[in-house]
Nanobody, 126 residues
Framework: QVQLVESGGGLVQAGGSLRLSCAAS????????MGWFRQAPGKEREFVAG????????YSADAVKGRFTIARDIRKNTMYLQMNSLEPEDTADYYC???????????????????WGQGTQVTVSS
């Protein structure tokens, strides 16, 4: 199993930046990929960005390309999401997710991922 803990959410004005972190523990040696999802009030959870762990290959949703950057530190078993030029539409709970073993990259569906963090809230004011 893998345990995931997110941090870094908060309140920011439109145009501002935040960096989210997700620390993984447990069977991290078996990580295939990690990803970020978000869920706004009244909306379905949506994919934001993911990274294939061993090859450090990122993949982002069109809505965040050019604004958000996903990265990972394999020594710290930590994934990051640098969010720039934030918009009110980015307001949501952001969740970290992980999948072990093998897969077919990129993975961008919720049910592609096995383990989930508790989420961190991001609020962007206009």
């Amino acid at each position: 199993q893998v345990q995931l803990v997110e941090s870094g959410g908060g309140l920011v004005q439109a145009g501002g930046s935040l960096r989210l972190s997700c620390a993984a523990s447990g069977r991290t040696f078996s990580l295939y990929a990690m990803g970020w999802f978000r869920q706004a009030p009244g909306k379905e959870r949506e994919f934001v960005a993911g990274i294939r762990w061993s090859s450090n290959s990122p993949y982002s949703a069109d809505a965040v390309k050019g604004r958000f950057t996903i990265a990972r530190d394999i020594r710290k078993n930590t994934m990051y999401l640098q969010m720039n030029s934030l918009e009110p539409e980015d307001t949501a709970d952001y969740y970290c997710a992980a999948v072990l073993g093998l897969g077919s990259w990129p993975l961008h569906r919720s049910n592609d991922y096995q383990y989930w963090g508790q989420g961190t809230q991001v609020t962007v004011s206009s």
